[in-house]
C-alpha cells in the first residue's frame, strides 16, 4: 500500500515534466518559423524586383497629386541589399489645369538609394538622389496658387531629408511667380567637386534680376553638424546677401540666416523673402533670424528707411489657426511719410491738389490682412520726423492686437511743451472698421499746434473723444460722434483784436490807427465742441479778457475740414458806442483764419480800416442799448473743469 502511494506522486511530476518539455519544443518551432518568416520576408525585400512597382507608383502618385504622374521604368541595381539603388527613367510630372500645358517637372533618369525598413511604417527616407536631365517649371499666380506646394501650409517641422549624398547634372528650373513679380531661369547641379549651386537670371518687376545660391557638397557634410547655405540677389530694384545656416543638411525647418539688404522699397524686398513687407522708401538693413518649425524670431534688426532709423526684435509663432507676435522697436528718427512707396506718396500729393490740404490723414485702418494675428508691440521712437511742420516730436505706445481688435495703450506723444496722452482702438470685426480715441494734451501751448497765428498766447490743454466708422482716419472722423473741448487757461491775446470783439467804437479805432500788436490778458479760452457725424457745435465756446467776452456760434465740418465761426463779443465796461460785429473764424484747419471783417468782403482789399470801421458803424448801438451792455464775466475755472471732465 505504501510503495503504491508513493508512486502516484512520481508519475504526475513525470508526466507534468512531459508537458514542460512539450511546450518548450512547440515554442522553439514556433519561433523558428517566425524567424525564418522575417529571414524570408528580408530576404524577399532585399531581392525585391522593384521595376514591378513602376505602373503601380505613378497612379498612387497621380492620385495624390491631383495630377498626370508617368514612370517610363523602374529597376533596382545589384542583388540582396536593404539599401538598394533604384533607377527611375522618364519621369514626368505634368502641370496642374490651371497652370497651362506641359510638365512641371521632368527627368530622364533619377537613382535613389532607398532603406527598404523605413518603408514598412510609411517613410520614404532616400540616402542619397542622383539626377539627370531635370527640368522643373515653377508658377505661382496673383492670387498665390502654386503648384509646388500641394496646397499645404505652415512650416518644415522636420529635421530635414537626411541625404548624405545629391548630385544633379543637367538641371534647368523656369519660375512664374506674378504674385512675386518675378521670372527667372536658373541651372541647378550639385556634386562632390562644386557643391550646391543654383545660378539664374530674370526680372523681378520688370527690371533685371541674378540669383545665386552656393552650399557645400552633402557627400563631405557632417550629417549631424550645421549646413550653410549663401545667397546673393542683384537687382536696380533690390539686392541681398545672406548666410542661411541650417542646422543640419538640408534642415530648411530649422536655420539660422544673417541677412543685409538695400533697395528703392521695402516692397521689392518682401518679393523674394516673402515676409509680408510693406511699401516703403528706399531702405537699408542688417539683421539676425533665427527659424524653427513654424516659429520665426529677429533678435535683431537694424533698419535705415528714408530719414528713419530703427532697430528691432521679433518673434513670430503659431498657436492653432492664429499667428502670434510679439516685438520692440526703437527708433531713433521715425518719418512716417517714410512708410509710403513714391507711387503712395504722388497719389496724396495729386490728393491734396485736388481738395486742398488736409490735417487729418487719410491712413488706412482696414485690418483685413491682419485676420489671424493677435500680438503685442512695443514702439518707442525719439524723435518724429515731418516734411510739413507738425507739433508730434516723440511717441512711445503699447500697440496690441486681438482678432481684429487693435489697442494703443499706453499711448504718449511728445509736444515741443507738455504731451499728449491717452487711448486710441480700431475695431476691425465689423463691415467697416471703426476708430475711437480718447486722449488728453497736457503742459502744452497755443503756439505748439498753431506757432504761425500770434492772436492768441499761453498753455493748452484739451480732451478729445471720439468714435466713428470709414476705412480712414479721415473718413472715421468725418463720420465721428463725440466732444472735443480746448482750454487755454491763461495767457494773453491781442489788444486790437480784444477791442474790436468787445466793440467799443472809439477804443476799436484807436487800436487801427496805432497799428501797433500790443497784447492783454486773457482769462481763459474754453472751446467745447459736441461732434454728431462729424459736424462740430459749440457748447460752449468762450472767450474772456478783461477788456470783453466772447462766445462762438456756427459749425466746423470734420469731413472738409472746413471752419464757420463767429465769436460776438460784449464789453466788460461798453463805452460811449458799442457796435455788435462780431469776430470771424474761417478758412480751413490747415489754414484757419481769424479776422474782423464784413462776410462779404471777397479780397484782401476789401479787409482794410474802413470796411472794418463800416461794419462796426452798422452795428452800432449806444450804451445801455440791447447788446451794448456789460459782459456777464466768465467763471473760467468751473467752465475749465466741465470742459475737461
Known amino acids: ?74 529597376r533596382r541595381t545589384g542583388w540582396l541589399s536593404f539599401v538598394p539603388e533604384i533607377e527611375l527613367h522618364d519621369v514626368r510630372i505634368a502641370q496642374p489645369g490651371w497652370a497651362g500645358t506641359g510638365d512641371m517637372a521632368r527627368a530622364g533618369v533619377i537613382r535613389l538609394r532607398l532603406p527598404v525598413l523605413p518603408l514598412l511604417i510609411g517613410q520614404v527616407r532616400p540616402r542619397s538622389i542622383a539626377v ?297 470685426q465689423g463691415r467697416t472698421p471703426r476708430l475711437s480715441f480718447d486722449l488728453r494734451v497736457a503742459e502744452a501751448l497755443v503756439s505748439d499746434f498753431f506757432p504761425t497765428q500770434q492772436v492768441v498766447a499761453g498753455p493748452l490743454r484739451a480732451h478729445l473723444r471720439l468714435a466713428g466708422s470709414g476705412d480712414t482716419v479721415r473718413d472715421a472722423m468725418a463720420h465721428g460722434d463725440g466732444t472735443l473741448a480746448f482750454v487755454v487757461p491763461g495767457g494773453s491775446v491781442r489788444r486790437d483784436y480784444a477791442t474790436f470783439l468787445g466793440g467799443d467804437v472809439i477804443k476799436s479805432i484807436g487800436a487801427a490807427a496805432d497799428g501797433k500788436t500790443k497784447r492783454t490778458n486773457l482769462d481763459c479760452l474754453i472751446a467745447t465742441f459736441k461732434t454728431r457725424r462729424g459736424r462740430m457745435t459749440p457748447e460752449p465756446v468762450l472767450l474772456s479778457t478783461p477788456v470783453a467776452r466772447g462766445d462762438g456760434a456756427g459749425v466746423i465740418v470734420l469731413g472738409p475740414e472746413t471752419i464757420d465761426m463767429r465769436v460776438s463779443g460784449h464789453p466788460t465796461r461798453p463805452g460811449l458806442l458799442v457796435s455788435t460785429a462780431p469776430v470771424r473764424l474761417f478758412g480751413t484747419l490747415s489754414q484757419p483764419r481769424i479776422d474782423i471783417r464784413p462776410p462779404r468782403a471777397k479780397s484782401q482789399e476789401d479787409n482794410d480800416i474802413l470796411s472794418r470801421v463800416g461794419l462796426f458803424i452798422k452795428k452800432l448801438r449806444v450804451r445801455g442799448d440791447e447788446g451794448a451792455r456789460a459782459a456777464t464775466p466768465v467763471k473760467c475755472p468751473a467752465e475749465i473743469r466741465r470742459a475737461l471732465g
Open 132 to 428: 539627370e536631365g531635370l527640368t522643373l517649371h515653377l508658377v505661382r499666380d496673383g492670387n498665390g496658387r502654386d503648384n509646388w506646394s500641394g496646397g499645404k501650409k505652415g512650416g518644415d517641422e522636420g529635421d530635414g531629408p537626411g541625404l548624405a549624398d545629391l548630385t544633379i547634372r543637367d538641371a534647368r528650373l523656369r519660375l512664374d511667380d506674378a504674385k512675386r513679380h518675378v521670372a527667372l531661369q536658373a541651372s541647378l547641379s550639385s556634386d562632390r567637386a562644386g557643391g550646391v549651386r543654383i545660378a539664374g537670371a530674370g526680372t523681378l518687376r520688370d527690371q533685371p534680376l541674378r540669383l545665386s545660391i552656393t552650399a557645400p557638397a552633402l557627400a563631405t557634410a557632417d550629417p549631424a553638424a550645421s549646413w550653410p547655405a549663401r545667397v546673393s540677389v542683384r537687382s536696380p530694384l533690390v539686392s541681398m546677401d545672406g548666410t542661411v545656416r541650417m542646422d543640419r543638411p538640408l534642415d530648411t525647418g530649422h536655420f539660422t540666416a544673417t541677412l543685409t539688404a538695400h533697395g528703392r522699397d521695402l516692397r521689392y524686398l518682401d518679393d523674394i523673402v516673402q515676409a509680408g513687407l510693406f511699401p516703403t522708401q528706399d531702405f537699408r538693413l542688417a539683421g539676425t533670424v533665427r527659424h524653427d518649425g513654424q516659429a520665426w524670431r529677429v533678435p535683431r534688426v537694424d533698419v535705415t528707411i528714408g530719414r528713419s532709423s530703427l532697430r528691432a526684435a521679433v518673434a513670430v509663432s503659431k498657436e492653432g489657426e492664429r499667428t502670434k507676435l510679439n516685438g520692440q522697436v526703437h527708433a531713433r528718427t521715425l518719418d512716417f511719410d517714410d512708410f509710403a512707396s513714391d507711387e503712395q506718396k504722388a497719389e496724396a500729393k495729386a490728393r491734396e491738389r485736388r481738395i486742398g490740404a488736409r490735417v487729418v490723414p487719410a491712413t488706412r485702418i482696414v485690418l483685413d490682412k491682419l485676420g489671424t494675428l493677435d500680438g503685442r508691440l512695443v514702439l518707442r521712437a525719439d524723435r518724429l520726423l515731418s516734411a510739413t511742420p507738425s507739433p508730434f516730436r516723440s511717441l512711445n505706445a503699447t500697440v496690441t492686437l486681438d482678432r481684429q481688435r487693435l489697442r494703443a495703450t499706453p499711448l504718449t506723444v511728445g509736444l515741443p511743451h507738455g504731451r499728449v496722452t491717452g487711448t486710441l482702438a480700431v475695431d476691425g
Open 1 to 74: 500500500m505504501d510503495r503504491v502511494d508513493k508512486s502516484v506522486p512520481e508519475a504526475e511530476a513525470a508526466g507534468g515534466a512531459t508537458t514542460a518539455a512539450a511546450r518548450s519544443r512547440r515554442l522553439r518551432r514556433i519561433a523558428l518559423w517566425v524567424a525564418a518568416g522575417i529571414a524570408l520576408l528580408l530576404l524577399l525585400l532585399s531581392a525585391f524586383p522593384w521595376g514591378l512597382l513602376a505602373g503601380r507608383a505613378d497612379g498612387m502618385l497621380s492620385t495624390a497629386l491631383g495630377r498626370p504622374v508617368s514612370i517610363g521604368s523602374a
